[in-house]
């Protein structure tokens, strides 16, 4: 098999891990215009610094050993299978380095023989990369999970980024789902990882000259979707792995179909909207000071209709609306349509003097669904007196009703049918902020 086949196969199963920030478009090229874009090979990741750069995403290998019933590469599925001997990989990568191609390389691989076995290959590509080619690009790399505690701290030594993936939301579905692997296989490196980050920030305060361990720190992938586990098990279980293990982000991955298992369900598109409130719900957990309870509905799931911020304002009408001249900087994160950034903006202007409508949209305060909830100087521009049915209508995305597949248009014209089914769950048990809604609410009633 020549290197263009084992680059096609490779980087084609490499897709399914999202670890780097752009993984799912595929387009051809056509006539007239520039550049086309396929789901594998070449992906975007962001460094410790915030460059945006292009990696060489792909596999060693998708022979695997292990038969996880969702992934594409388990033993049991006939499919296409390659390997690149590390030889390969250093040349491969080296020469697209040299021709500007690529910045770095996500590094991952199906388990073959065993875990110390492909991580030993997986360490030899990147100790002759950073030692013999003196390649100074960013890498990730992905922990095998079961590999010995020295192999780990040796892909360390070298990586930028190591992540070892979680994948299933709940300790109870590994047995079923992925036979060989546990919890305990996952968290063990992770610990690791976090514990030697933590001694070598200790060092290099102490030593002007340390060796690096994953500056750029461990990530981790939660599958989504492939198991019954709900949004709120799901939030739940990251922010206790940002809090445990320091981790820099948890990627979730909705599930794509790709298994044959009874266990798993025939979804027949991943469910990507449910990912994309995740993120958001993530984001809100960890930057706008949310509890996981707070954004879940009483089901623990998502409504992927609405934003999650714009979920819990709706179930929580008696904090709005707040006026903006007066509110504490919490509540202003709070308000759906204002962002981190934004609230920072407006504390900053209301110093100098009160905030105006004209000045909120200058500041880019998304109006259409901050109006709802925000007076201004005593004055409220939304338009369906708090009613919390016709806020949820007029914001709705409408998007539970058909689960489309990632470039299917959405029509948004349409009349919202389907809102009263939602009436219930959005006026269920206003969670309160315990001791600071009058703080909050800026002292409006
Ligand atoms: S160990 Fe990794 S590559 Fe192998 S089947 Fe499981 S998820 Fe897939």
Redesign the pocket.
Known sequence: MDTREKIRILSD?AK?DVSCSSSGNSRQGKQGALGNAVQGGICHSFTSDGRCISLLKI?MT?Y?????A??????SNDIERAFFKPEELIDLTMSFYRRNYIEGLFL????IKSPDHTMELMVEILKALRIREKFNGYIHVKG??GASPYLIAEAGKFADRLSV?I?LPEEADYASL?P??NRELILRPMAQISRKISENTEEKRIFRYSEDFVPAGQSTQLIVGATPATDGKILTLSGGLYKAYGLKRVYYSAYIPVGTSALLPKLTAPPLLREHRLYQADWLLRFYKFQTEELVSPDENLDVNVDPKTQWALRNMHLFPVEVNRASFDMLLRIPGVGLISAERMAKARRLSPLTWDGLKRMGIVLKRAKHFILVSGRYYGSFSQDPDMIYSALSERKDEIQTDLFDKIDTQEPAIRIKSHVPKLIQEPVPLPGKRAALAGGES
């Open positions: 199963s399914y596999l998708n695997c050993i292990y038969d996880c969702y992934c594409q590469n388990r033993v991952s691989s199906g388990v095998i999970p993936n994948e992925t060989q692997k």
